[in-house]
């Protein structure tokens, strides 16, 4: 019998597809590496506001809905709100008491064998030239607290149905959408059960790390040395692992 959240996802795929589908060309790739019999994290780089829907929609007709973790003023709004809640969404309480609730939300959602959707940058990449930047240890976190892998999907293109921080699409012509997902990551050479800061970067450098060298794969060039970081507004060598 399909719960309302598995109705709720099925209405939204098939309202998000005839929007999407005529003005995209699908290059999807790596399904193959995606669980079949745990949850898991799926993590990917972030240069468009259009990502979550791509790679929502790259996860779901793989046979993973994905919960994203997203701000919580984005679940006041009417409709927009409804429909979050309507598809198991969670909702992120920043810099209030209710913070740990989306944490112990995920953890709960990832033992019962579904899949999280997250992007470890924590917002759109600065770099100018849109590639994966230093990012947050959140992602990491959660893995190893919940005992599941996390697995880079790497996509490109959206970027150009709408660009960085823009608002209006360019739909014509239809834009190549390529996603990717690569293997599960090891991080079985780390301290088990450690979540001190040094495991915690070393576990995130190598999820950014992989999904840098994925995206190389698919622009066919080489991303420039070091890694840029938001907080300084430039480019850290050193800033991968």
Known sequence: ???PETRGYKAAAIFLRSIFGPVTRKDWHGAENLPKD????AVSNHASYADPITLAHYLYLNGHPPRFLAKSSLFE????????????????YRGTTKAKDA???GIEVLRRGDCIA?????????DPELWPMVARTGAARMALDAGVPIVPVAQWGA?????????????????????????PLDFSDLKEGARDAET???ATNRIIDTLTHMLEDIRGEKAPEGRWDMRRGERVIGGGS
């Open 1 to 3: 019998m399909a719960t």
């Open 38 to 41: 745990s949850g898991f994290i």
């Open 77 to 92: 709004a009417p409709v927009l709100g409804k429909m979050l809640y309507g598809v198991d969404q969670i909702p992120v």
């Open 103 to 105: 944490v112990d939300k």
């Open 118 to 126: 997250m992007f470890p940058e924590g917002t759109l990449t600065r």
């Open 159 to 183: 970027h150009k149905l709408l660009a960085p921080y823009g608002k209006v699409p360019k739909p014509i012509p239809p834009k190549k959408i390529t996603v990717v997902a690569g293997p």
């Open 200 to 202: 915690l970067r070393i």
